[in-house]
């Protein structure tokens, strides 16, 4: 019974790397899929190469093609409710007020590309476009206006953390990204730094007004910021990874996806992040967006389209010395144990992943312990305070 014990929890561990239960999905196209959007849990939309666009009223399990005005390249689409909606691509801007039934070329706007689409309110929208241009509107369409940037290059990516500030940018081996703090009226460029590359940026994604990341290709890179892109840190601690997209579902559960297959989670807000690949899927991954912290999507290369549902296994990966918990895993076990740098005053919970409290307790020092009899096996997070900052590590618990 011992010798099965350890066998199956190497084999847990081991496993840990892999991937999310991912399933693909069938879209009836081998075209590349570019990008994709819900503007509720059930109904989605996906875009691609040649024209194509696809749309799933159950969650994401099956997909139809829809009739598209153009063959161009479709590269991104943005839903404002469940009928008007938005797609940009290599040969104009178009519009749906049918849920996508019919689509009608947006006149003001020149039949140039454009990138990706972003609403920072119900009302202003923005979307990007070759050298530096970005479109605006500030009556949910009905009129654009084009802003002139610092940044002349093709502007792959936007995120609006609020409707005041807002982020860029742009492609071509470049280590530069735009900024606005005035609801994209103007915008400043500025450079990543301390950490120096000649990447191309593909994409961004701010949670806050001051929290966010960059992620790009050539020169891989996965950056990130907590004071506004003043500075910048490297996230990419596992090695060089390429990115095309970023997605956060709330503040904690971070989602990105890039070259070969590459997809990249963080539990904690974007601390630290797990990588692995898609099993059986070599293609480059161009989208990614999750509905909640467990179920989301990718689209990429070769129509693919994976759906990822329930629990996920992911790395339990290496963390800085301000909190230590060991065993981990705790296997056929009752007590974890914890030590942190300073004494800690206050509730210790253990939270599962969707986020439910499953244990607590009043806690005061620097170390103690925790009887975890009575919670299943699974994976969660231990969080407390540490003199006003919360301290969290991934725990797994198994053969409960």
């Known amino acids: ?37 819900f503007p509720n849990r059930d109904t989605g939309y996906v875009v691609g190469q040649d024209g194509v666009i696809l749309r799933s009223f159950d969650v994401g399990e099956s997909w139809s093609a829809l009739s598209f005005p153009t063959s161009a390249g479709l590269n991104a689409v943005h839903f404002l409710n469940g009928h008007e909606g938005w797609v940009a691509s290599d040969s104009g801007l178009y519009h749906t007020m049918d849920a996508g039934d019919s689509w009608t070329l947006e006149p003001s706007l020149s039949r140039d590309g454009w990138y990706d689409i972003e609403f920072s309110d119900a009302n202003t929208g923005f979307v990007s476009g070759e050298d530096g241009k970005i479109a605006r509107t500030a009556d949910r369409g009905q009129t654009w206006t084009i802003l002139s940037t610092p940044l002349v290059r093709k502007l792959a990516s936007l995120s609006f953390p609020s409707a005041q500030v807002g982020y860029a940018t742009g492609v071509g081996y470049n280590w530069q990204f735009l900024k606005t703090t005035d609801g994209g009226l103007n915008w400043v460029m500025d450079t990543i730094r301390p950490i120096g590359n000649i990447c191309s940026l593909e994409a961004v994604f701010f949670t806050s007004e001051t929290r966010g990341f960059i992620g790009g290709w050539y020169i891989a890179t996965f950056v990130g910021t907590d004071d506004g892109g003043v500075s910048w840190s490297d996230l990419a601690t596992a090695g060089p990874v390429d ?75 290496p963390r800085a010395t301000d909190m230590k918990v060991f065993p981990n895993p705790l296997a056929n076990g009752t007590v974890l144990h914890w030590e942190t740098l300073s004494a800690c005053t206050g509730l210790m919970e253990i939270v599962d992943m969707q986020g439910a409290c499953v244990h607590r307790k009043t806690i005061s020092g620097v170390q103690g312990s925790v009887d975890l009899t009575d919670v299943p096996s699974g994976q969660y997070v231990i969080q407390l305070m540490e003199n006003g900052k919360l301290l969290h590590r991934e725990i797994l618990l198994i053969n409960r």
């Open 1 to 37: 019974m011992k010798s099965h014990l350890l066998a199956c929890t190497c084999l847990l561990l081991s496993a840990l790397d892999l991937s999310a239960q991912w399933v693909q999905k069938a879209s009836g196209t081998s075209v590349a899929l570019f990008d994709l959007y």
């Open 243 to 317: 990115l095309y997209s970023i997605h956060f579902p709330d503040s904690l559960h971070g989602f990105a996806c890039g070259w070969h297959s590459t997809f990249c989670r963080s539990q904690d807000g974007g601390d630290t992040w797990s990588q692995y690949t898609i099993p059986g899927f070599t293609g480059n991954l161009y989208a990614v967006r999750f509905l909640d912290a467990q179920t989301g999507f990718v689209v990429g290369d070769m129509g693919a389209i994976f759906k990822s549902s329930g629990s996920t296994a992911i790395h339990i990966p």
